[in-house]
C-alpha cells in the first residue's frame, strides 16, 4: 500500500465521519435535546436572581 492511499483513505473517512456528525447534529430526533441544552445557562441566572 502506497502511503498516497493510505492517506487518501484517512481523508476520504474523516470527511464521511464529519458528514455523519452534521446530519446527527442536525436530525429532527435531537431538536427537543438540544433546545433543552440551550436553556441550560439561563436557569441557573434565574435561581440566582430570586
Keep these: 500500500m502506497d ?3 493510505l492517506r487518501t483513505a484517512v481523508t476520504v473517512l474523516s470527511f464521511a465521519a464529519f458528514i455523519g456528525i452534521v446530519c446527527w447534529a442536525w436530525s429532527r430526533s435531537n431538536r427537543a435535546d438540544f433546545d433543552e441544552a ?8 434565574d435561581r440566582s436572581m430570586k
Aim: cysteine-free.
Design 3 to 5: 502511503v498516497n492511499t
Design 38 to 45: 440551550a436553556r441550560l445557562p439561563f436557569l441557573d441566572d
